[in-house]
C-alpha cells in the first residue's frame, strides 16, 4: 500500500521525532535552543564542505557541526559579550558562510531549498541507516550521561560538588547535539531543525512530574507528528518537513495556551 | 575548568599546633609561605601586629580528619580573597564559619569543595570522602518538571524507602512526590538535606543554610544539624553571617576576613577583640539562643512531639 519513499519518510520522521526527545528536553531545560539553531545553521555549511571534498553529506555536516559547537564551548567561557549575542554572531555568519558557498556550488549538484527547509520524502536508504545507526548511537549515549545531565539542568554547582562530571557533560551534550541535528537536517532542513527539538518537549512539559516522563511524553508527540505531518502533506500535496513543523507548533502552542489561560482563569 | 578537582589524596595529618604557623603577610601578595612560625603580621593593622590565637580546642583526640586545607590562597580581580587559610575538619564536630559580607566564605567553601582551584595552597581529603553539600543559592527552574522523590535521588541512586526515611529524618516527611518548584523556601532547605544524606556523607557542607527560613525554623533547622552530628558522626562545615543561633550547635568556630582572624570555641571567638571589631555591636548582642517552646511543627503546621534530646554535644536546646 505504502511506496517505499513513503515508508521510508515516515521511518525516518519518526526516528528523528524519538532521538530528538531526550536532547530537545536537555536544550529546553538548559535554554540552549539558540546554541542548537547555530549548529544548525552551521549544517549548510557542512553539506558545502561535503560536496566539495567530496565526501558523505551527512558526514561533512557531522564535522562542521562538532567544530562550530567546540567554538561555542571554547568561548562559553568568556564574559565579555553576553553568550547570547555571541551566539547571534555565530548563527548567522555560519547561516551566510554556507549560503555563499552553496550558491557557488548551485546548479552543480545542491538543492538549496532542500537543505534549508528538508525533503524527507527523497530520504534514501543510507540516510535511513545515518538516522538508526548515528540515532541509536545517540540514544545509548544519552542513556549513560543522563542522570549526570539532569543534575546539572537541576543545580550545576550541586552536582559538580557531588562529583559530577560537568565539565565533559557538557562537552558530550554539545557532540551529541551535533550529531542529532546532522542525522535530522536531511529531513526538516536547516532552519526547521529546532522545531524538532524544542517543540515536542515544549508540549509534553505541562503532563510530566519528572524529566523521564518529560521525555517519554516528547518522544511520543514527536514521532506522532512526524507521522501525521507526513500523512498530512501527501493528502494535501505540501512539503513533508514543514508540515510536521506546523503538527508540532499546533500542539506545543495549544498546550502553552491551554495552560495559560487555565492558570488566569482559575 | 570547573571540573571538580580532588584535592590530593592520601590522609591528613591530625597535627593541630600548626594552626598557629603564620608568615610575614604583605597587602596584596599571598602570604602562604608554609607554616615556620613566624608572626603573622597584617599589614592593613597599622597600629599593631598580632599573633593568631592559640585556644584550646574540644575535639576529641583521635578524631578522624576528614578535609584539610592548609595556606590557602585565592586572589579574585586583583582583589586578595583568601590569605593563607588554614582549615580542618574532623569528623564528629561542627566547624563554623564565621564573617562579614564579602570575607571570602563562600570562596573558601567553592575551594573545599574542588569547584574552583585555589591559588595557593593544598586541599587534602581522607581518601573516599563523600560529601553532601547544601548550598547558599538553588534557583528553582519550572522548566524542568522534578518531584522532590527524583531530585533526592540524582544526589544517589537509592531506593524509595531510603528517600522516604531521608525526608523524615529532615522534618519533611510526606513531601516526595510534591513539585520542587511548589515547596516553600523553608521545605526546600529541609529536602535539599535530605539530598546531601542519602549520599551518606562523612563531611556536609552547608552555605547560609539559614536563609529564607524565619527564625524559629532556623533554631530548628540548626537543632536538626546538631542531631545529625550526634547520631551519624558527621564532620559539620557551617557558613552563616548570623551569630546568634549558629553558636549554640558549633564546636569550633572560624572567624574570617580574608585570614582567619580568630578561632576557637564559640564563646571564646565571641569574647576575642577581632571578632568585636569585625562585628561591632552585632557581637556584643551575642548570646546562646535558647528556644522555649515545647514542641516544635512538622512542615504541615501540626505539633508534634520534641525529637531533640540536647545529648551529646555542646547544644543547649531545651
Not at chain 1, 549515549?141 to 545531565?149: E, K, L, P, Q, S
Not at chain 1, 521525555?215 to 507528528?225: D, F, I, K, N, P
Not at chain 2, 543559592?137 to 519550572?142: I, L, M, N
Not at chain 2, 558549633?250 to 564563646?267: A, F, K, M, T, Y
Amino acid at each position: 500500500m505504502l511506496e517505499p519513499f513513503v515508508l521510508r519518510a515516515l521511518l525516518a520522521a519518526v526516528g528523528v521525532g524519538l532521538v530528538a526527545a531526550p536532547l530537545g528536553c536537555l536544550v529546553v531545560w538548559r535554554r540552549m535552543s539558540y546554541f542548537g539553531a547555530t549548529i544548525a545553521h552551521a549544517g549548510l555549511l557542512g553539506v558545502a564542505m561535503g560536496l566539495a571534498l567530496e565526501i558523505d553529506l551527512t558526514l561533512g555536516i557531522i564535522i562542521v557541526a562538532l567544530a562550530i559547537g567546540g567554538v561555542l564551548f571554547g568561548l562559553g567561557r568568556q564574559r565579555l559579550v553576553p553568550t547570547d549575542t555571541l551566539l547571534g554572531i555565530l548563527s548567522h555568519a555560519a547561516l551566510a558562510a554556507g549560503i555563499v558557498a552553496a550558491s557557488k556550488l548551485a546548479g552543480q549538484r545542491l538543492d538549496l531549498m532542500g537543505y534549508l527547509f528538508g525533503d524527507i520524502l527523497a530520504v534514501g536508504n543510507v540516510d535511513l541507516l545515518w538516522v538508526l545507526i548515528g540515532g541509536g548511537l545517540v540514544l545509548v549515549t544519552v542513556g549513560v550521561w543522563w542522570r549526570t545531565f539532569v543534575a546539572i539542568a537541576v543545580h550545576e554547582e550541586l552536582a559538580a560538588a557531588e562529583g559530577f562530571k560537568v565539565v565533559r557533560a557538557e562537552a558530550v551534550l554539545v557532540v551529541l547535539l551535533a550529531l542529532t541535528i546532522a542525522i535530522a537536517m536531511k529531513i526538516v532542513g536547516v532552519l526547521l531543525i529546532i522545531a524538532f527539538l524544542v517543540m515536542p518537549a515544549a508540549a509534553a512539559r505541562p503532563f510530566a512530574a519528572t524529566p523521564e516522563t518529560m521525555v517519554a511524553m516528547a518522544g511520543l508527540v514527536g514521532a506522532l507528528a512526524g507521522a501525521a505531518g507526513i500523512a498530512i502533506s501527501s493528502w494535501a500535496d505540501i512539503p513533508a518537513g514543514p508540515a510536521i513543523v506546523l503538527v508540532l507548533s499546533a500542539a506545543s502552542l495549544s498546550v502553552i495556551m491551554w495552560r495559560a489561560l487555565g492558570r488566569s482563569g482559575g | 575548568m570547573r571540573m571538580p578537582t580532588r584535592g590530593g589524596v592520601g590522609q591528613p595529618a591530625g597535627d593541630w599546633e600548626r594552626h598557629g604557623g603564620g608568615a610575614s603577610a604583605p597587602v596584596v601578595a599571598c602570604s602562604h609561605q608554609g607554616g615556620d612560625g613566624g608572626h603573622h603580621r597584617h599589614a592593613h593593622d597599622d597600629d599593631h601586629s598580632h599573633h593568631h590565637q592559640h585556644v584550646p580546642h574540644v575535639r576529641a583526640p583521635g578524631a578522624v580528619v576528614l578535609i584539610e586545607a592548609k595556606g590557602l590562597c585565592l586572589t579574585r580581580e586583583g582583589r586578595l580573597t583568601l590569605d593563607n587559610v588554614d582549615v580542618e575538619i574532623a569528623a564528629g564536630e561542627i566547624v563554623t564559619l564565621i564573617g562579614p559580607n564579602g570575607a571570602g566564605k563562600t570562596s573558601l567553601v567553592r575551594l573545599m569543595l574542588g569547584l574552583e582551584p585555589a591559588d595557593r595552597g593544598t586541599i587534602s581529603r581522607r581518601p573516599g570522602l563523600v560529601v553532601g553539600y547544601v548550598p547558599q543559592r538553588f534557583d528553582r527552574d519550572a522548566a524542568i518538571p522534578m518531584t522532590v522523590e527524583r531530585f533526592i535521588r540524582l544526589g544517589a541512586n537509592v531506593d524509595q524507602s531510603v528517600v522516604a526515611r531521608a525526608l523524615d529524618e529532615v522534618g519533611a516527611g510526606g513531601l516526595a512526590r510534591r513539585q520542587l518548584v511548589a515547596l516553600s523556601g523553608g521545605e526546600l532547605q529541609r529536602v535539599v538535606l535530605a539530598r546531601a544524606l542519602v549520599r551518606d556523607p562523612a563531611l556536609l557542607v552547608l552555605d547560609e543554610p539559614a536563609r529564607g527560613v524565619d527564625h524559629l525554623g532556623e533554631a530548628d533547622l540548626y537543632a536538626l544539624i546538631g542531631r545529625l552530628r550526634d547520631e551519624r558522626g558527621l564532620g559539620v562545615l557551617l557558613v552563616s553571617h548570623d551569630l546568634h543561633v549558629v553558636m549554640a550547635q558549633s564546636d569550633r568556630v572560624l572567624c574570617i576576613n580574608r585570614h582567619i582572624c580568630c578561632h576557637g570555641v564559640p564563646e571564646t571567638v565571641a569574647q576575642h577583640p577581632e571578632y568585636v571589631r569585625l562585628f561591632g555591636d552585632a557581637a556584643r548582642a551575642f548570646a546562646v539562643y535558647h528556644h522555649d517552646h515545647d514542641h516544635e511543627h512538622d512542615l504541615a503546621g501540626r505539633p508534634v512531639a520534641p525529637t531533640h534530646d540536647g545529648g551529646a554535644g555542646n547544644g543547649e536546646h531545651a
